[in-house]
């Protein structure tokens, strides 16, 4: 697969949790990649969003909260979750748009539940 997500898991409000993405090819520096996450029911939407030369953009609802970052000489992407809440609940998906493509991986599941 092109991109691997992990980290997710269960967690109470509050409570954090560190997502990765690992990209297989070794043109991982040439791409800007991005979280996005789906909730039941509801469209798939934008989280984060990091550039190859690690410019960051964020969601409203995750500023402050959550931080993209990226490790180049290990073709890793994260998403530092804190501070979870419940409406953060969600499948959570790495993104990468090569020329006019857009890859995805498989996602990994954040529930933020008592």
């Known amino acids: 697969a092109l991109l691997v997500e992990s980290g997710g898991g269960s967690v109470q409000p509050g409570g954090s949790l560190r997502l990765a993405c690992t990209y297989s090819?070794?043109?991982?520096?040439?791409?800007?990649m991005g979280w996005y996450r789906q909730a039941p029911g509801k469209q798939r939407e934008l989280v984060a969003m990091?550039?190859?030369?690690?410019?960051?953009n964020y969601a409203d609802s995750a500023w402050g909260r959550f931080t993209i970052s990226r490790e180049n000489d290990k073709n890793t992407m994260y998403l530092q979750l804190n501070n979870l809440k419940p409406e953060d609940t969600a499948v959570y998906y790495c993104?990468?748009?090569?020329?006019?493509?857009?890859?995805w991986g498989e996602g990994t599941q954040v529930t933020v539940s008592t």
């Open positions: 993104n990468v748009r090569i020329e006019i493509f857009d890859y």
């Open positions: 090819k070794s043109d991982f520096t040439s791409h800007r």
């Open positions: 990091i550039t190859s030369e690690g410019t960051t």
